[in-house]
Every structure is written in structure tokens, then in C-alpha cells.
């Protein structure tokens, strides 16, 4: 209702009555900065990069510089607008902390200290180390991590190299637990972006899920979207998040609680008789045992352990059942919490079941993507061994690589060693648990190769930095997007490179050239692939390259349009009891497993997402450094009264293990609980080259030392960690 | 006449600052300089407390006391829309008008005039939203002519409990907020 | 207590508003004191004409349009976009105090030539072809009596309008609420005519002391050979006296006012109460500034101590003072 955008009340302002007034020229008139004369102005559709989103995009481009940049009003995932870092995305290509020539290491790793180098030559020396680890080693000692989509060639060029070892963070580190457990129970996970019906959610839960602060686009519109209908709003976070101040409910749980509650909620509906009975007899599978297993998770057992009133939690199951099955528990995403996460996860795929909300309008819809034929590359080599994260499938229920696996490997040498790693667009000293490890482990290394767009702690440490163009300023991979309906998107260059940075396709085949991998390079330029490739799919290249997008045919979204029924679970059906589990010896219906304790007198550190910045990667961005320039530590208001603080005051952190953070400023505030502290990921740079940012707030992966290794996946869980205060 | 005017949801803003960060790309707001700025407002003790997330910039007043205090006539009220600008050309840098808005929503730009949000007019006048309007992610900015009962941000606002920035002060606010 | 947090950054706006420097409370002080001066300097002329020419104020003028002089650089210095100064004049904004106020100054000057040039200096150091000049238009004044009247007034009104514009310059910001008072005009109008009055009297204090250098003659001495010593200590101690009476009379006036009004009006006055300016204000204005000056002017009359400047330098600098704080901490107080 009051998102109808007055628009056409609002044209007949503009169209009719100023331009009766005869205002023919105003930009004479008008006050300080507007933009010059509009002549000269072009405009480029690309997707955006500063998240993993993908949102279609405009940029525009005046007098020859970057300008702005704005939604894609033909894209489906961000309908026109992008989100702050998006708008704020022509930072990243104006930043002057940016790299701008290839480096190879002058002395000591981590010194920092360079020599600028031709492209021949950093190329050069990356494959000859290469080759030297591949003769000793073979091929699998060489890994790559990555992350997002520019990643595709670097992985095309090590898998045609005969590495198996691909690691992105956005698995153990982030989604991987979730996914997990959604598998387990409907045999399909909610994917990236996630297959929630937000929009159409009568009834909204989420649990952690940071939605208005976690930024993803198309999530946070649709949150608005649902809340400007109506939609009822239940937020279980230990802290007021933006999300929860909105909320009807907001449960402040005790943090690592939460399995607890979502038993509890599933109890409420179980014994009430509450939830989707036909649902689940069409659908469910070992409901009589799941149901038993949980008769006794009553509210009255969960309250103390939550800190929830039992009542709150059964009037919460109840709202939950009313709006059913537009009722949407939101699976989250990073959901690597406490150490026994695919299990949580699971917990809220079941209350979803329960619910009837899979594959149900306002629950979980059903995707479609284009279909898009892959480039015809000869077939790559075998690789020698298996992958070295997983070494006798360990964690089960993994289905991508471990990054932190790929780690113990190289610091260990088990299953195998690992001698050489190339880092594609991941921060792995701010995205992987305890930096010290990830340090101990790039010692043990003979090649450390770091592709970056700026001086980043990881690259800090490489041998050779390749510095990459930003995504204005080059092509990528065709995202064929897996959501609601389906389109393809194109990312072209906007503006040239400013300086000798190039694009991650270029640096990775001149490299598989270097490689003597040049049969899986066909193609000499990547306009050539691209098109090739919509050739292949039958999709209009030139028409591509105009618009940006080219949508697909709309397919049914839910079950009651006709979209497919199926679970590729073992039973082929929604698993409320999981025989996989059990054959495991993992709990077949989730059990509620407390986590570790606060030491006395100390803080739990919590941590996630501001709305203006993308994990480490945006803090030098002139545009987003401006709106946040650091972050502060959210300190319950009456506990910092008691250590005698006050908002802005700094602080360093002191946590379980001796380890100190840099100092942030304290904000005290009444939107968390007592026992916890918060801070926002990414901040804290240590690298000197990121004069912006440098030492600006304090790092969460400072003091995040202590994780615990999710048994069924491998994920890695930091809500184990507690902290002092120190004044400074 | 044209009365333009904003009126901002608050119950759906989450206070990105994504209008913030558009409005600098769009109108060239210098590093350092913001024209609009986002604000958040607790009240109550945990676990009541409330949250109010604002987006606000000049409200364009309908007896805006910057206009009057000029000197020199730089800072005008543009017709149609009743728009208050700041005429570069005319703009001494005497600050008065900075001293005069009790929302502090001007600011001296590097180039020695005085700078503030122009509700986008030259948007605005070619028939496209204010940049800040147009990006926000949550739709929950509403633009148009209080003049008009007919038009979005009139209806909203007699459908709606809303507030605007300290009317005590009298200046009569056009950035309005609905709760 | 509510948490409020704000992403504004703009510099000389956060976190307190500090649009004006130095430069304004200087620009006041001046102004002020130039209207003071412009005052006994009317008030003379009117009252005295050329007969009684040793008991006025004739080097008032020209030390006026010295200061003023000084005053306008200041406020020219402050100005963020000089090179279009000159915009001030091509337009008269009724609304705007600092439109009255820039055509005021403007104004002011002529009455204070006028006024300088009918009593020039007996000598100079330098330029006598000059003073020759100047003496023969000063005779060709004195010989307009109606043209010495409109002189004296213009002087006297110029004064008065220039003293009270500096306050409502002030006083007419809504916005900050220490500033938001009628009271202001005449605050201002009596702190310049105490600190003219105490200026004055330092200067025939100084030149009593004075070394006899020509120039020295010619700036301060004169002003005060002029006069009767004896005369312009009664007169001036006396005025000096009671405008500083009035201005405090005035202070607690504004200050009431505030107290009485909105919430928002007692914050700004808590400023000077027990807020951050208070020690400057109770110590250095109402105290060293009004009170102490008055004491020591009684005990002079009352011929308790020795005349001395300390009376007359305390005046000037409570008088800056006031202009300073009240700059300072009416920028700082808000309606939020
Ligand atoms: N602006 C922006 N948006 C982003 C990103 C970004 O970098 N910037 N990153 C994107 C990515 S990859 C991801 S994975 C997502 C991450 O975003 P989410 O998936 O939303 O991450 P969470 O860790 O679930 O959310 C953190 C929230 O969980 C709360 N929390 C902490 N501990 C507990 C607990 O024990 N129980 C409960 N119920 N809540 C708890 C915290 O207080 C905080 O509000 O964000 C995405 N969106
Ligand atoms: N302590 C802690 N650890 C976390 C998280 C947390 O909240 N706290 N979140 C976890 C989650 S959910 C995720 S998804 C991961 C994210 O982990 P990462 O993906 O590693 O995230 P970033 O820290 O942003 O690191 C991205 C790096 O890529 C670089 N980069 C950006 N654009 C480009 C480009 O165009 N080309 C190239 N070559 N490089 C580019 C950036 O400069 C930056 O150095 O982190 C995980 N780890
Ligand atoms: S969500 Fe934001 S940062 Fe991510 S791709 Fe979309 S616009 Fe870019
Ligand atoms: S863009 Fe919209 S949601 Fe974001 S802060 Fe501004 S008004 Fe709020
Ligand atoms: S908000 Fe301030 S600058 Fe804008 S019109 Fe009102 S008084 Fe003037
Ligand atoms: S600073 Fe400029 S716009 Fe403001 S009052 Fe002075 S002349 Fe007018
Ligand atoms: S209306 Fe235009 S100038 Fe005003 S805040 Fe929005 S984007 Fe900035
Ligand atoms: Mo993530």
C-alpha cells in the first residue's frame, strides 16, 4: 500500500507544472554541485560486484570519469535499485589505496615490501613455482581458494592444471551449515540467492538473519515489501538488530540458544496440533518419530535455557501457525555459529516443514535459471588424489570443499601436502578463524600468488600480488542466476583500468599459457567466450551487451502452480527423521547442545554485517569509508555504566586467549543483551597499503581464536569466543 | 503552487545510507560533505527499547528562516515546488543561513558557497525522482506535492501517524516521517 | 535517556555547530564599540557645538571609522566566498538583519567622516597640507549649523541602529536558542556604549601619562587634551556607570527570559549555568567584566583609591568577552 511510489501525481509536478512555469534551463539557477551539463553523459549496463548478489546495474559515465551507477531496471534481483555498497560500487574503482602494478615480495613474507614487476614476469614466476610443486608434489599441492564469480578462471586454469583443491570461504565459513541441513531435510538447499518467498511472508521469523543490516539486495526489499503488508514479524537475536526493532516480537535469546527455542516452537506445534497435517502426511517422513523425539522440548524446558518466556514462545509458535504456510522461518546464511550448526539449520528446515512453507507461496519458491550450454573445453586431467579438506570424508555431509581443510592440510601435510596457494578475491587472514594459523599455514608454502584490487592483509603476505581491475573496468563470467524467474546478466568494463591492472580472465589464462595449458584456452579474448557462449544458449549477444539482462520465461514457483514436488533425499521425501544421520551416528532429529559458558566477568563476542559494507573489502572505498568510517563495539547501556563507560569512549578487547584487539569506540546502548558484545566484521585493517582504513575500529577475526569444526560438515563456528574491556 | 515534499516511512527504513551514498554520487558532494545523513533514536531500556531510523537533509520549510536571513537573496525559495535553493552565483559564505536552521542542514562547500539538499529539482524537473528517493532500497521514501490531495505523500499522510523534526521550532518542515 | 546517532560529518556543523570563528565576536566587539562611540559622539555634537568644542568627543570619530574599519575586515575575513562581496549591495533584503547591517555600515561610515571632519586635529606629524584641507571643510561645517545638527543625529541614530543591529543580528536567530531574545539589540547597544565610554576614558587616562610624541598627540592625547580632565572623569566614570548597570539589568533580563521560555530556551541558558560557559561568563563578563569595574568606579568617586585604568580595561575586555561567549555558546545551543 503506501509502496506505491506517488509517481504519477508526482510526474504531473514535474511534467506540467514546472515545465509551465517555463523553467527551460534550471541548472543555471541551482544551488552548489550540480551535476554540469548532462550532454556528455553515457551509460554502461553491467552487474555489480561489491557483494556476491550479482544486481544488475547502470553506470553511468561523465566526460570520460565514472559518475554513478544505479539498479538495472530490467533486473529481476534488484528491480532497479542497488544497495548502498552497489550505489556506493564507483568508489572501489576511484580508491587511491588501490594496487596498481604486479609485486613480487622484496624481503620477509608479511613485510610488505615490494618490487613492481612486469606481467611477464609476476606470471612467469608464479608458474615456474607452480611447476616446481606440481614435479615435486604434483599437481593437487597447488590450491586455489576464490571467491565469487570472478573466480571462474582461475578455477578453469587449476582444475586444467590437475588441482581438485577449489575452496571458496562462502561454504565453511558462511552458508555451508545451512545448506547442510537443509539437504538433509528436503534434499535441496535454499540457495544463493536464497529461494525465500519474502515478498509474500504473512508471517516473517528470523533467527540471527540480519536483514536492513545484512544488505543483500533483493532479501532486504522484500523484508520491506512484507512489512509494509502486514506481514507479522518475530526476530530471535541476542541483540536489537535493525530487523528486530521492526519486529512484533523480538526474543533477545541467549546467544547459541536457538535450537532450543526452534524445538521448543516445533513442541508448541506438535502437541497443538497446529502445524501442516496434510503437508506433512503428503510430504513428511518419520514424522512419528521426530514427533516423539521432541515431546518433552517444551517451553517451559526451553525458557530457562533461551532466557524466552515460555508463554512468548508458545504465542510466537501460535502467530507462526496462523499465517502458515506463508509462515517463513528464514534459514540465514552465515550460520556458522556455535559448533553443531547443520543441526540448528536442520531445526529450522523442520519447523519449516512443519509450517508447509517449502515450496509454498510466502515460503520457499521453487527457481529456474537459463539454460546456458558450458564452453566446449577438452575435458580436464583426473586429478591424482582426493581433495586435501576432507581427508576420509570426516565431515560426511560436506559437499563443497573446506577452506579451513585445505588449511590443516597445508600446516599438517595430511592427507597430503600442500605447497602452493592462489587467493582469488578472498581476505583469508579476515574471512578464516585465528589469522595465526592462516599464518602458520602460508609458512609452510613455497608459493603464496594473491590476486587482489587492493592491498589486502592476505596479500600482505603473498610472494606475488596480481592486481586486479575492478568489475567496472572488465568482463566476467555470464551469470545465468538461479531465482525466482529466470535472466542472464552480463558484466562488462564501464571505464578503462586505471593503471596495469587487468582483468581475472586475462591474468588467468596468460597464466595456463605460462602453464603450457593452452588447449583449454581456445579463445584469445574474452568477448569471444562470451559470445560463443550465448551463441551456444541462443541468446542475442548484441542485445546482451545493450540491456544487461535478457530475461526467461517465468516457471511455476510453488507446488500449487505445478513446480515440482520432489525431495532428492534418501527417502525422497522431507526427512523428519534422518536414517543418513543416524547411519552417521549423528542425532537424527536435531538436539539441543548448549554452548560453552561465559567465563566469569566476561563478554560473548557476536558479530555480522553494517548495511554500507561488504565484509574487509569496502573499507577503503572513499564513498563507504564516508558513511562508516569504523566500527564500534555495542555494549548494553547498563553494563557499561557499571565498567564506567560511556558511548565513544575506546576500548580494546581482551579475549579467553590473551589476544588484543585495536581499539574501537564503545556504543553503549539498550539494543543488547548484558552478556554480549557486538561488533561489525571487516574493520580493524592492519595492512599499511589500506591507508584509509588503516587501523581504523578492530577486527572480530583478531579476537575470533577459538572455533569449533561443525562434525557434519567441517564448517568453522567463532560464537565460542568472550572478551574484557579494556579502556584506553 | 507546488508544495514538493518527502515523507519517509520509518518503520520500514533500516538506515543503509544508500540515499546518503546516492546523493553524493549524484550531485557531486564533495568528500567530507554530506547533504542528507541518517540518524537512529533509541528510547526505552532493554528489552523495550525502541528504535526510530531517519533520513533526513533540509526539510525545505514552508517559513524557512535561512530564506529570510540572506543577505544577499543566494538563498531563495524556487517556484514551482517551493524548493529552497542556494544560488551559487549569489553566495557570499556569510553563514548566516547556516546559523539560522535549527537542523543544521547546511554546510560551506570547499568551493566558498553554502551547500545544501536541493530536493533534486534538476531530477525533479526533467520528471525522475530525487536520487535519494529513487535507490532507496526499502521504497520507503515517497516524494510529491502536498498541494495535490491527491497526490502519494498527501494521502499517506492523512492515512498515516507522522511527525516531523522539531516543529516547536516553527519553520514548518517538509521532510516528514511516518511512525 | 535517548541514544541518538548520526552519520552527519560536515565540518563546522558537527559535532557542534561552529560556523563562526573569531572573526564574528571581533566583528561585534567593534561594532559595538564603534556604536558607543558614535553615540557620545552624537550626543556631543548636538549638545555641545563648537562652543563648548573642549568637552566633546572629537577624536571619537575618527577612532571610530578606524575601528569599524577593522571591525568590517574581520567580518570580510570570515566570509567563505569573498570574491563576491560585492553581492551584499546589489540587493537590500528587508528580512535579513545582515542585509540592514551591511547598508547600515555603509551609512555609518559618512556620519562618521562627517563627524571626524569637524574637529580635526590641531596637528599632525605628517600630512599638514592635508589638514589644511580637512580644516577648511571643517569651517565651511561649523558654518552650517542645521549641517552640524544633521551630523550629531545621523551620528547619534547611526549609532544606536548600528549598536542594536549587532545584537539582533544575533537575537534574530530562531535557531539558537540563547541567542533567540528582543533583549539582545539593547544588550549589545549598552555593552558598546560602556565599552566606547571606558575606551575613551582609558584614552584620556593614557594621555595624561602620555610622553608628548606627536603622534601620540595626535591619536589619543588629543582626545583627551580636549577635554577637561576633571570634567571627563565625573562624566564619563559616571557614564560608564550606569550603562554597565543597564547592561547587567539587561543580562538578567535576557537570561529570565530564557529561563521562563521552553525547555529548549532553559538548555541553552544552562549553558551559562553550570554548562561549559560558565566561568568565563559569571567570571570574566559579570563579574570582572560589570561588577568589579562598578566597585572600583564607586571607590574612585568615593575617592576610596586612586583613579586608575583597571576599571576601564576590565569594561573592554567583559565587553569582548560577552560577544565571545555568546558566539561561541549560542552556536552550540540547539532545539534538538
Ligand atoms: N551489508 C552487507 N550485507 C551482507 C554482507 C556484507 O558483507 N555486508 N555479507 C553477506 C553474506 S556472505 C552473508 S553470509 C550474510 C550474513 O548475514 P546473516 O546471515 O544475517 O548473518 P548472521 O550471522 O545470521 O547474523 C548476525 C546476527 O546474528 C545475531 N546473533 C549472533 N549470535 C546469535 C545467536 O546465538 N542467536 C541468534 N538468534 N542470533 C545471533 C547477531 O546479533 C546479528 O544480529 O550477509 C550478507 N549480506
Ligand atoms: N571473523 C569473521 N570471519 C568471517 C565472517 C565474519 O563475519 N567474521 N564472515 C564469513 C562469511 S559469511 C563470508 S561469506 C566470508 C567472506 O570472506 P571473503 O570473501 O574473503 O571476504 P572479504 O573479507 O571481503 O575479502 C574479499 C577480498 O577480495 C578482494 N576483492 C574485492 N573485489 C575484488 C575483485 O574484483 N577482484 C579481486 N581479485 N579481488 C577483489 C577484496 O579486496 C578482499 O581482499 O568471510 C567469512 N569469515
Ligand atoms: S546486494 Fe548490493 S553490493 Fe551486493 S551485488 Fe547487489 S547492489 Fe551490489
Ligand atoms: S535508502 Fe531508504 S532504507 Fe536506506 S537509509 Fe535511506 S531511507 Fe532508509
Ligand atoms: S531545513 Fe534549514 S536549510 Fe532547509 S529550509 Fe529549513 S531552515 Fe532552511
Ligand atoms: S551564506 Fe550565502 S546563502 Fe547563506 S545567508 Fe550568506 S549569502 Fe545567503
Ligand atoms: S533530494 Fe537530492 S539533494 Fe536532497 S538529499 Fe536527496 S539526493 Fe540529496
Ligand atoms: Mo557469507
Redesign the pocket.
Known sequence: MSLAVPRRSFLKISAAALAAAGLGAPQARLGAGEPAAAGAVQTVPTFCDICFWKCGAIASVRDGALWKIEGNPLDPLCRGRLC?RGTGGIGASRDPDRLTRPLLRARVRGGEEWNAVSWDDALGHVAEKMQAIKAKHGPEAVALFSHGIGGTFFKHTLKAFGSPNLAAPSFAQCRGPRDVGFRLTFGDDPGSPERTDIANARCLVLIGSHLGENMHNTQVQEF?QAMAAGCTLIVADPRQSTAAAKAKWWLPVRPGSDTALVLAWMQVLVAEQLYDTAYVAKYGHGFAQFAAAIADKTPEWAGPLTGIQPEVIRETARAMARFRPATLVHPGRHSNWYGSDAQRSRAIALLNALLGSWGRQGGFYQPSAMELPAYPYPAYPKPGKPKADNPGKRHPFAHESITTGIRSATLTGNPYPVKGWLVYATNLLHALPNEAETIQAIQQLDLLAVCDVIPSETAGWADVVLPECTYLERHDELNPELFREPFLALRQPVVPPPDDQKPNWWIARELALKLGLGAWYPWSDIEQYLAKRCELGGYDWERLKRDGIIRGQPQPLYFEQGAPAEFATPSGRIEFWSQQLADKGFAPVPEYEPPQPNPPGSYRVLFGRA?MHSFSRTQTNPLLHEVMPENALWLNAVEARRLGLKSGDRVRLRNQDGVLSDALPVKATERIRPDCVYLVHGFGHTAKGLKRAYRKGASDAQILTRYQTDPLMGGTALGNNFVTLEAV | MARLAMV?DTT?????????V?CKTENDVPEGFCRDW?TEQVAGAFPSARLE?R?ERCNHCDHPPCVGCCPTGASHVHQPGAVVLVDKQKCIGCKACIASCPYDARFVHPQGHVDKCTFCVHRVEHGQLPA?VS????R??HFGDLDDPESGVARLLRSRRHHELLPAAGTGPRVIYLT | MDEITSTRHNPGIDPVLHAWGWEIPVYLFLGGLVAGLMVLAGYHILKAGRQQEKVSYPYAPMLGVILLSLGMNALFLDLANKPLVWRLYLTFQPASPMSWGSWILLLVYPALIGAAILHPPERVPFGQRLLALVRSWSEWLHQRPRLVQVLGLANLGGGIALGIYTGILLGAFGARPLWNSAVLGPLFLFSGLSTAAALMHLLAMVSRSGTGAPFADVALAGVFRLMDPAHCKHVMVRADASFLTIELAIIALWLLGLLTATGVHQQAAALLLGGPWTAPFWGLVILAGILVPLLLQFLELAGRIRHSAVPAVLVLIGGFVLRWILVEAGQASRWS
Do not use: F, Q, R, Y
Request: net charge negative; glycine share 4%.
Open positions: 548502498p520491506a548495511p | 519517509i520500514l527504513c533500516v538506515g543503509c545510507a544508500d540515499c546518503v546516492a541518517i531510523i533520513s535519494c535507490v532507496c532500497p526499502t520507503c521514501m
